[in-house]
């Protein structure tokens, strides 16, 4: 996409802006090859979710577990950071007085972007944790060690991807800090996310109570299409580095 142009009262919330939230989903990362989890080409088409991203799951199976995430660990690992997550990233000095990722993706790829102020709401892939004992390691070692099964702890227990299965409570800390910013911002980027998985989902309506100017970016509609100050029905890789363009211009119109 060659330019954007931003209409007069969104443009003036961006110019004014003191508080942003970039909140993203698995789209995000569709155009660095991953896949995402609803819709067409889905992860979850061809499998069922309670099979795998549950703790019931991995205590039924957890072979079956461990290797589905070792696939999309090396999957995160080999991909590259894509337009998007760069564009997400120059937000940050666009809006220098207060401007945060809250993402649900777990592949580390907007830190690899250089996006510094970021809030992992579902954990992370790179990492894994001992289910027992909390003892935390490399992901990528521990598959190296073990590519088959979970690896055993010391102390007997097992390792598991430090990712928050449907059933398992958000990080404290994280989740506050993302509902305080989504309740306290005047601008909230929704990006290539369903916005159907809560609580996260639940940040976009705390945004709309706030006031905030509410964009979203998805080639589909979200169940809270209707809200949107703003809706950019385009891939993120295409029209991300034309809305941070048309913000920067925005907040100094003489560029
Ligand atoms: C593009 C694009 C391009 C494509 N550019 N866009 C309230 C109501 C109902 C249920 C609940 C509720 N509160 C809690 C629940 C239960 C449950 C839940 O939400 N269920 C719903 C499915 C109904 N939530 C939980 O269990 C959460 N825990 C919790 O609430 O604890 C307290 C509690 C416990 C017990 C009972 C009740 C409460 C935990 C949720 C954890 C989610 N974990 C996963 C897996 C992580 C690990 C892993 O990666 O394997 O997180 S599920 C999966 O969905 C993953 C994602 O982060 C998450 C969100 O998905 P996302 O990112 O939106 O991706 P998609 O695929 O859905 O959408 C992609 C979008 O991109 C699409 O719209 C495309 O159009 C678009 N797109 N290409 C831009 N190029
Ligand atoms: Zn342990």
Same mark, same amino acid.
Request: proline share 7%.
């Given at each position: 996409? *060659?330019?954007?142009?931003?209409?007069?009262?969104?443009?003036?919330?961006?110019?004014?802006?003191?508080?942003?939230?970039?909140?993203?989903?698995?789209?995000?990362?569709?155009?660095?090859?991953?896949?995402?989890?609803?819709?067409?080409?889905? &992860?979850?088409?061809?499998?069922?979710?309670?099979?795998?991203?549950?703790?019931?799951?991995?205590?039924?199976?957890?072979?079956?577990?461990?290797?589905?995430?070792?696939?999309?660990?090396?999957?995160?690992?080999?991909? +590259?950071?894509?337009?998007?997550?760069?564009?997400?990233?120059?937000?940050?000095? %666009?809006?220098?007085?207060?401007?945060?990722?809250?993402?649900?993706?777990?592949?580390?790829?907007?830190?690899?972007?250089?996006?510094?102020?970021?809030?992992?709401?579902? #954990?992370?892939? &790179?990492?894994?944790? =001992?289910?027992?004992?909390?003892?935390?390691?490399?992901?990528?070692?521990?598959?190296?060690?073990? !590519?088959?099964? !979970?690896? %055993? =702890?010391?102390?007997? #227990?097992?390792?598991?991807?430090?990712?928050?299965?449907?059933?398992?409570?958000?990080?404290?800390?994280?989740?506050?800090?993302? =509902?305080?910013?989504?309740?306290? =911002?005047?601008?909230?980027?929704? %990006?290539?996310?369903?916005?159907?998985?809560?609580?996260?989902?639940?940040?976009?309506?705390?945004?709309?109570?706030? #006031?905030?100017? +509410?964009?979203? %970016?998805?080639?589909?509609?979200? !169940?809270?299409?209707?809200?949107? *100050?703003?809706?950019?029905?385009?891939?993120?890789?295409?029209?991300? !580095?034309?809305?941070?363009?048309?913000?920067?211009?925005?907040?100094?119109?003489?560029?």
């Amino acid at each position: 996409m *060659d330019s954007l142009e931003l209409s007069g009262p969104v443009r003036e919330r961006v110019r004014s802006a003191r508080r942003v939230v970039v909140f993203s989903g698995a789209g995000v990362s569709r155009e660095s090859g991953l896949d995402t989890f609803r819709g067409a080409g889905g &992860l979850w088409e061809r499998m069922r979710p309670e099979e795998l991203a549950t703790p019931e799951a991995f205590r039924a199976d957890p072979a079956k577990v461990w290797r589905w995430y070792a696939w999309r660990w090396r999957q995160a690992s080999e991909a +590259l950071p894509n337009p998007a997550h760069h564009a997400v990233a120059r937000l940050e000095t %666009v809006f220098p007085s207060y401007m945060v990722v809250v993402t649900q993706n777990v592949d580390g790829l907007h830190q690899r972007a250089g996006s510094r102020h970021l809030l992992e709401l579902h #954990g992370t892939i &790179l990492r894994a944790f =001992c289910n027992r004992c909390g003892r935390t390691q490399d992901m990528g070692e521990a598959i190296a060690g073990s !590519p088959e099964e !979970p690896p %055993v =702890c010391s102390c007997g #227990g097992r390792f598991r991807p430090a990712v928050v299965w449907f059933g398992e409570s958000l990080p404290e800390d994280t989740l506050a800090e993302a =509902c305080e910013a989504a309740s306290s =911002c005047d601008l909230f980027l929704s %990006v290539g996310t369903s916005s159907t998985v809560y609580p996260a989902a639940g940040l976009i309506e705390l945004a709309h109570r706030a #006031g905030a100017c +509410l964009i979203e %970016v998805n080639p589909e509609p979200t !169940p809270f299409s209707g809200l949107m *100050d703003l809706r950019l029905a385009a891939p993120a890789g295409e029209v991300l !580095p034309a809305l941070a363009d048309a913000m920067e211009r925005s907040r100094c119109p003489s560029t």
